[in-house]
């Protein structure tokens, strides 16, 4: 029967997920702040990776221990989700356990939920280890790991923990209250079962205990879904479309800019007729810079990588620039686009502050209008990367973190030929010379002459 508990939990749960769609359309707008990008080739070869690296875990099994607290929590988040659905029914119909004429099956399944939710609690306590004890060096260093980053993966794991003991408190008091009444309750608890007299015999304390917990649970749950879009763990959503969408090419292999082709396809072919130029609604050409000097120059995917962002650390851990000492850290690339989208866009992280404004740190100001380039991340940062795709290779959401540099890379020297000393010499050799090198091409061969001339002796 419904009654006043039934519309106020309606009303709270409105308020979740209107406040989450709310969002969820401003992180749509932002990403939408990229360049178009046609991304629908080979569906089935993109479904194949998802299945194996967003559902599969695949990359994660890299690292042995943290793969598999991960998959704990992982199954665990997607599995118990279907009792969710059932807290959903039962807070909005006034049921309970409605569920429950699913039979065997249903005693299945809430015997899979009590060992993961177990799990989940003993893989999130070695997590709250691993950072703050041990603290993992990927987890605890670097400049853009700073006190909100910090603190935001232990705000989740605590949540996570809260969420399971209310989840406990509800079947014990539950199962406690239905022995006390001569009853049998739908499904089978093996944890709570163990603990099924932990909170005494008084129907009335059972009953608020597990009103409580049952509140706790589904209250936490939409107050943690509102906080995921300011939260790295966002990932668990983002994770899918981000991998469906990843590079299938070979990742050696760079992207070229459109204009300058079709120029260098009208020099060697005089035939060639170079598409119409890109105008915007109202007829004026579109002006097209070459790279990338703040975030509306990157593509869609670009930002969408960095609104999936783990802040795991891998890609920075396996840099060789950054563990030469180098300035470059591939996660800090990332989270600066995130932010820079953030401060130009729409902010819609109700929870996490503007990433560099929590850090305290100056940005270089050299133009009128701050970017993403040099207003968060400098040249310094770029030159350091050797394109190795270790970064690329690392990340267990198959985030490409080097087009994200190559573009900011391409815009310094195409734009501001601002290249490092050493490329630009190249760059006039090969314009000269034809070469890299500092000699004519007629010189080219002199070496061979060297090599195989008669000995004088």
Same mark, same amino acid.
């Given at each position: 029967?419904?009654?006043?508990?039934?519309?106020?939990?309606?009303?709270?749960?409105?308020?979740?997920?209107?406040?989450?769609?709310?969002?969820?359309?401003?992180?749509?707008?932002?990403?939408?702040?990229?360049?178009?990008?046609?991304?629908?080739?080979?569906?089935?070869?993109?479904?194949?990776?998802?299945?194996?690296?967003?559902?599969?875990?695949?990359?994660?099994?890299?690292?042995?221990?943290?793969?598999?607290?991960?998959?704990?929590?992982?199954?665990?988040?997607?599995?118990?989700?279907?009792?969710?659905?059932?807290?959903?029914?039962?807070?909005?119909?006034?049921?309970?356990?409605?569920?429950?004429?699913?039979?065997?099956?249903?005693?299945?399944?809430?015997?899979?939920?009590?060992?993961?939710?177990?799990?989940?609690?003993?893989?999130?306590?070695?997590?709250?280890?691993?950072?703050?004890?041990?603290?993992?060096?990927?987890?605890?260093?670097?400049?853009?790991?700073?006190?909100?980053?910090?603190?935001?993966?232990?705000?989740?794991?605590?949540?996570?923990?809260?969420?399971?003991?209310?989840?406990?408190?509800?079947?014990?008091?539950?199962?406690?209250?239905?022995?006390?009444?001569?009853?049998?309750?739908?499904?089978?608890?093996?944890?709570?079962?163990?603990?099924?007299?932990?909170?005494?015999?008084?129907?009335?304390?059972?009953?608020?205990?597990?009103?409580?917990?049952?509140?706790?649970?589904?209250?936490?749950?939409?107050?943690?879904?509102?906080?995921?879009?300011?939260?790295?763990?966002?990932?668990?959503?983002?994770?899918?479309?981000?991998?469906?969408?990843?590079?299938?090419?070979?990742?050696?292999?760079?992207?070229?800019?459109?204009?300058?082709?079709?120029?260098?396809?009208?020099?060697?072919?005089?035939?060639?007729?170079?598409?119409?130029?890109?105008?915007?609604?109202?007829?004026?050409?579109?002006?097209?810079?070459?790279?990338?000097?703040?975030?509306?120059?990157?593509?869609?995917?670009?930002?969408?990588?960095?609104?999936?962002?783990?802040?795991?650390?891998?890609?920075?851990?396996?840099?060789?620039?950054?563990?030469?000492?180098?300035?470059?850290?591939?996660?800090?690339?990332?989270?600066?686009?995130?932010?820079?989208?953030?401060?130009?866009?729409?902010?819609?992280?109700?929870?996490?502050?503007?990433?560099?404004?929590?850090?305290?740190?100056?940005?270089?100001?050299?133009?009128?209008?701050?970017?993403? %380039? @040099?207003? #968060?991340?400098?040249? /310094? &940062?770029?030159? =350091?990367?050797?394109?190795? *795709? !270790?970064?690329?290779?690392?990340?267990?959401?198959?985030?490409?973190?080097?087009?994200?540099?190559?573009? %900011? @890379?391409? #815009?310094?020297?195409? /734009? &501001?030929?601002? =290249?490092?000393?050493?490329? *630009? !010499?190249?760059?006039?050799?090969?314009?000269?010379?034809?070469?890299?090198?500092?000699?004519?091409?007629?010189? @080219?061969?002199?070496?061979?002459? /060297?090599?195989?001339?008669?000995?004088?002796?």
């Amino acid at each position: 029967m419904i009654g006043i508990s039934n519309i106020i939990f309606l009303i709270v749960a409105a308020i979740g997920i209107g406040l989450f769609v709310w969002q969820i359309r401003k992180i749509r707008k932002n990403v939408l702040m990229g360049r178009d990008l046609v991304l629908e080739d080979n569906p089935s070869e993109r479904i194949n990776k998802t299945l194996l690296v967003a559902f599969g875990q695949q990359k994660m099994f890299k690292r042995m221990l943290p793969a598999i607290l991960h998959l704990f929590v992982y199954v665990g988040f997607l599995v118990i989700n279907i009792e969710v659905l059932e807290i959903l029914i039962d807070g909005i119909f006034g049921t309970h356990r409605v569920l429950g004429f699913m039979g065997p099956v249903y005693d299945g399944l809430m015997a899979v939920n009590e060992i993961l939710a177990a799990l989940v609690i003993i893989a999130c306590v070695m997590f709250l280890w691993r950072r703050n004890v041990t603290r993992v060096p990927r987890l605890a260093t670097g400049v853009e790991m700073r006190a909100w980053p910090r603190m935001d993966a232990n705000v989740i794991l605590i949540t996570e923990i809260v969420l399971m003991f209310a989840l406990f408190a509800f079947n014990i008091a539950d199962l406690k209250l239905a022995e006390l009444n001569g009853q049998e309750l739908a499904g089978a608890f093996p944890v709570s079962q163990l603990f099924v007299n932990a909170f005494g015999s008084d129907a009335g304390t059972l009953a608020t205990i597990a009103s409580v917990g049952w509140w706790i649970h589904i209250i936490g749950i939409l107050a943690f879904m509102n906080y995921l879009p300011s939260s790295k763990h966002f990932h668990i959503i983002m994770a899918f479309p981000n991998v469906y969408y990843s590079k299938l090419v070979p990742k050696g292999k760079f992207t070229t800019n459109p204009a300058i082709t079709h120029e260098i396809k009208a020099m060697l072919d005089p035939s060639y007729q170079p598409p119409a130029p890109e105008v915007d609604a109202e007829g004026n050409p579109v002006m097209q810079r070459f790279g990338a000097k703040d975030v509306e120059d990157l593509t869609w995917k670009q930002l969408m990588d960095a609104y999936t962002c783990t802040e795991c650390g891998r890609c920075t851990s396996v840099c060789p620039a950054n563990i030469t000492g180098k300035l470059l850290s591939p996660r800090k690339i990332v989270m600066d686009t995130r932010d820079r989208m953030e401060e130009k866009g729409e902010h819609p992280a109700i929870f996490r502050p503007n990433h560099y404004k929590e850090m305290g740190v100056e940005r270089v100001e050299t133009t009128e209008e701050k970017t993403l %380039l @040099r207003g #968060y991340i400098t040249p /310094e &940062e770029l030159w =350091a990367c050797t394109t190795c *795709n !270790a970064c690329v290779e690392s990340c267990p959401v198959n985030i490409d973190q080097l087009s994200t540099i190559m573009d %900011l @890379r391409r #815009y310094l020297v195409l /734009e &501001e030929s601002a =290249a490092p000393a050493s490329l *630009n !010499a190249m760059f006039t050799n090969i314009e000269n010379n034809g070469a890299p090198w500092a000699f004519p091409a007629s010189d @080219r061969f002199n070496w061979a002459d /060297e090599l195989y001339l008669p000995s004088k002796n």
